[in-house]
C-alpha cells in the first residue's frame, strides 16, 4: 500500500509539473498550426444567432501570445462562421470565484457585441463556471455545453483531498506546486487572477461538486449516470465527453492521463480526469468518444488517436445550436 501510494504522489507531482510546463510554454511552433482545420466540411454552418464563449478548465487560459488552450477550436469555428469569444478565469481556484469571473466577462461580451444572450461551452472546470452563470443569469444564456465536465466531481480530485488527511505534507507539496503554475500561467499571460488550488480541489472533489449541484441543479441527472433536463428556465443543456487515457505516444497528455486515471475506482471508464457517467449534464451528446481528459479539447499540439476529430465536434455541435434556433 505504502509503494502504491508512493507511486501515485510521484504521478500526481509529474502530471501537475509536466501539464503545467507544456500547457503554458511549449513552443509554439509545436501546438499551432496556424491554419484552422477540421475533418468537417460545412462552410458557415457554425454561425450562431448568438456568440460562443469558450471557459477553460483548471491550468487553463486564453490566450498565450498566439497560444491558445483551445488549440485551433476558436480558428476553425471562425473559419466556418461563427462568433466566439475566449475567456480566461483564475487557473486555479473555486468553482463560486471563477464562475464570477466569467459572469464579468459575459456581462462585458453581451456590453460590446449588443447580443442578448450567449452559448456557454465549458471544458473540464470550466463546466462549472458555464452552469454558475447559467444558474445566476438564465436570461443572458441561450445554452450551456459541457465538455469532459466533472457533474459529479472528479476521482483524482477525492484522491488529492484524501492525501492532505493521510500524507498532509505531501498534500501541501502538491498543491502548493499548484499554486506556483497558476502563478506562472498569471505571468506567461500578464493576468492578475487570484490563485487557489487548494479551494479548486475542493470544488472538483464529489463532495464538493454534490454541493455544488445543490446550487445549481438545472441538467443534472437525477439518476445515475442518466440524463438531466434539457432545458431549464429557457437555457438548453448539453455534454459530451470521451474514455480511454493514451492512444497517441507522442501526445504527452497521453502519459500524463495513464497516470492521474490510476487514482479511479468507482469509474473504471474515464478520460484520465473525469468519469463517463460523472460528465453527464442535459443532453447527453456521446459519453465515450475516444480521447483522453486534454485531447478533447485537442491538447497537446493537436494529437488525438484514430478516429477522433475534437475540432470537428465543436464545429458540429455550433451546426446544431444554429439548427436549434440559437
Known sequence: ??????????????????????????????????????????????????????????????????????HDIPETLRAHGAKVYVTQVSAFNSSDVRGEQLMAQVRQIMLETGAKKVNLIGHSHGSHSVRYVAGTHPEWVASVTTVSGPTMGSEVADWLFELTKTRPWLADALLGLGNKLGALINWITGADLPIDSAEAMKSLTQSGAAFFNQRFPAGVPEQACGEGAHVVDGVRYYSWSSIGQFYRALNLADYL??????????????????????????????????????????????????????????????????????
Not at 8 to 19: D, I, M, Q, R, S
Not at 20 to 33: D, K, Q, Y
Not at 38 to 52: C, E, L, N
Not at 274 to 303: K, T
Open 1 to 70: 500500500m505504502a509503494n502504491r501510494l508512493v507511486k501515485w504522489v510521484l504521478g500526481g507531482v509529474a502530471t501537475l509539473v509536466l501539464a503545467g510546463a507544456a500547457a503554458v510554454v511549449v513552443p509554439t511552433w509545436l501546438t499551432l498550426s496556424g491554419e484552422p482545420v477540421s475533418s468537417v466540411q460545412v462552410a458557415d454552418d457554425a454561425q450562431t444567432r448568438y456568440p460562443i464563449v469558450l471557459a477553460h478548465g483548471v491550468m487553463g487560459f486564453g490566450y498565450a501570445g498566439k497560444q491558445s488552450y483551445w
Open 257 to 326: 492521463m495513464s497516470l492521474s486515471g490510476k487514482a479511479f475506482v468507482r469509474e473504471t471508464d474515464n478520460d484520465g480526469l473525469v468519469g463517463r457517467c460523472a460528465s453527464h449534464l442535459g443532453e447527453v451528446i456521446r459519453d465515450d468518444y475516444p480521447m483522453n481528459h486534454f485531447q478533447a479539447v485537442n491538447q497537446f499540439s493537436g494529437l488525438v488517436g484514430p478516429g477522433a476529430d475534437p475540432v470537428g465536434l465543436f464545429v458540429i455541435h455550433a451546426h446544431r445550436l444554429k439548427e436549434a434556433g440559437l
